[in-house]
């Protein structure tokens, strides 16, 4: 399913959450109630934004579809009018075909007919010959009598001779005429054939076209479905909403009472109320940063630069800031034997701001992860936000997580296993999200409820917790390294993952 159509549902829900709600009566007063906390506002305003854009988007795929829809009415008005003259023009040449083979049978009957009175008249001169002949053998004393007789017999036989020259001249001339109808008649037959194979490609042409309305359709009604989905998840959002509110209504009455600790409990407010998961997606988009790792490769001839670009956040554990991707997302690989590369660089790059440059480094807790230091200044001048990790990644049962750098997101429940202490188990079945469904895998980032880092998917199955972000012992990616050096280096690192238990290998 594609992104614009999508867009149109989201856009045709949240229209109709909008005009169903009465956000007026939702919100408490400005003059009795104390400001509401930063969480609802935020709430609205993303809501705001989300619905001008995908009324835009909705407006865009309206005119897109109308404009396809006028394209396959005339393409089929085309096709038909093809079609209707095909047919035309077959008629035609059969009539033609009809013709021409009813005079080449007329021509081969006069053919006929003539060639049957030639051998007649052959046959009755040999005769005459023939009495002729016996009648100078009776008469030979009449031979004077006769001369004349016999005279008019030689030209009557010359005659016949003349008239079976002619007969056989136009024979030959009936013949070739017959010839040139007979190879008209071919070439008719074979324009016939190319009209019909001509007329086998409209129809297959109309059947596409017929295939590509019954995939319309099928679009259409897993539209259908995909509506009745999100109006599930959109009373869902509402329900949490409502709740949220009423949350904040009833605990606003505490901060008027206790209003010497009111900062102590707004912190303990946010840190105990989980935030909502389109928010922390939100938040995760609009501080994304590009990390870009590789290294000069040996080719069969020559040697180049591989490198590969992913997105993630800058995460920080107190003491240093990093950018935290998985080994997945580089060029490299952790395996036996160990395939390095020559000088490997990693650079981050936010909002057009070069943030790092130099070399990355393996994750101590898992040498799956990497991290590539950042400059805290930089990150700060550049306004983006550095997520701190998990104080207490157990005060919530589920968990944000999130995909191949923000394609993806979805609700997530996680339980401890004793059996791999220092991970979490997610749930393997497959997460809802926004636009659709996907399976956890390698790489994912998990966002905690409180909007903090938790930790980084090693597998489709389990997360690593992170506590701190201390490199590995001899995980530092020197830009001055060789292959060989980096190859030992990455069957290590395989070595230690190959010691993990079976499930987190």
Same mark, same amino acid.
């Given at each position: ?80 009018? /093809? &079609?209707?003259?095909?047919? %035309?023009? *077959?008629?035609? =040449?059969?009539?033609? #075909?009809?013709?021409? !083979?009813? +005079? $080449? ?57 003349? /008239? &079976?020259?002619?007969?056989? %001249?136009? *024979?030959?001339? =009936?013949?070739?005429? #017959?010839?040139?109808? !007979?190879? +008209? $008649? ?63 209504? %009833? ?255």
């Amino acid at each position: 399913m594609n992104r614009t159509l999508l867009l149109i549902i989201c856009d045709f829900l949240l229209l109709n959450l909008l005009a169903l709600t009465r956000w007026d009566s939702a919100e408490p007063e400005a003059s009795r109630q104390p400001p509401v906390p930063a969480v609802a506002a935020n709430a609205a305003s993303a809501s705001e934004d989300m619905v001008a854009a995908m009324r835009t988007a909705l407006e865009e795929e309206r005119a897109a579809r109308e404009k396809l829809a006028e394209q396959m009415r005339s393409e089929t008005s085309s096709r038909d009018a /093809t &079609v209707r003259n095909l047919d %035309a023009r *077959r008629q035609e =040449l059969e009539a033609g #075909l009809q013709q021409a !083979r009813q +005079a $080449a049978n007329e021509l081969a009957s006069r053919l006929t007919n003539t060639v049957v009175q030639a051998n007649q008249q052959a046959a009755q001169l040999q005769q005459q010959a023939a009495a002729v002949q016996q009648q100078l053998a009776q008469t030979g004393a009449k031979l004077a009598e006769t001369g004349s007789r016999l005279v008019e017999t030689e030209k009557a036989r010359e005659s016949l001779n003349e /008239t &079976v020259k002619l007969s056989e %001249a136009e *024979r030959r001339k =009936l013949t070739e005429a #017959l010839n040139a109808e !007979r190879d +008209a $008649a071919r070439r008719q037959q074979q324009a016939l054939a190319a009209i019909e194979q001509e007329k086998r490609e409209v129809e297959r042409r109309a059947a596409e076209l017929a295939a590509a309305v019954k995939v319309a359709e099928a679009e259409r009604s897993l539209l259908r479905e995909n509506v009745t989905d999100l109006k599930q998840q959109v009373s869902k959002v509402q329900q949490e909403k409502e709740r949220i509110q009423a949350q904040t209504a %009833a605990l606003a009455t505490g901060v008027t009472q206790l209003a010497a600790n009111s900062e102590e409990l707004k912190k303990e407010i946010r840190e105990n109320t989980p935030t909502s998961a389109n928010l922390l997606f939100q938040d995760f988009l609009s501080n994304r940063v590009e990390v870009v790792v590789g290294g000069i490769a040996s080719g069969l001839f020559s040697n180049g630069l591989k490198e590969k670009a992913s997105a993630t956040v800058l995460v920080s554990d107190g003491t240093q800031t990093m950018a935290l991707v998985h080994v997945n997302e580089s060029p490299f690989s952790l395996s036996i034997p160990g395939f390095g590369f020559d000088q490997p660089t990693a650079r981050v790059v936010g909002r057009g701001t070069a943030l790092a440059s130099g070399g990355a480094a393996f994750l101590r807790a898992d040498p799956r992860g990497m991290l590539v230091a950042v400059s805290p200044a930089l990150a700060q001048r550049a306004g983006l936000r550095v997520y701190p990790l998990a104080k207490n990644p157990f005060k919530f049962p589920d968990a944000l997580l999130v995909s191949r750098g923000g394609r993806y997101f979805g609700e997530v429940e996680f339980r401890l296993d004793p059996k791999t202490p220092g991970y979490v188990r997610m749930k393997t079945k497959v997460f809802s999200r926004l636009f659709g469904e996907f399976s956890p895998s390698a790489g994912d980032l998990v966002v905690s409820r409180s909007g903090e880092i938790l930790g980084l998917m090693v597998n489709g199955e389990y997360c690593v917790v992170l506590s701190d972000l201390q490199v590995a012992p001899g995980g530092v990616l020197d830009p001055a390294m060789t292959k060989a050096a980096m190859g030992k280096k990455l069957e290590d690192f395989r070595g230690i993952v190959d010691r993990l238990p079976l499930p987190l290998q």
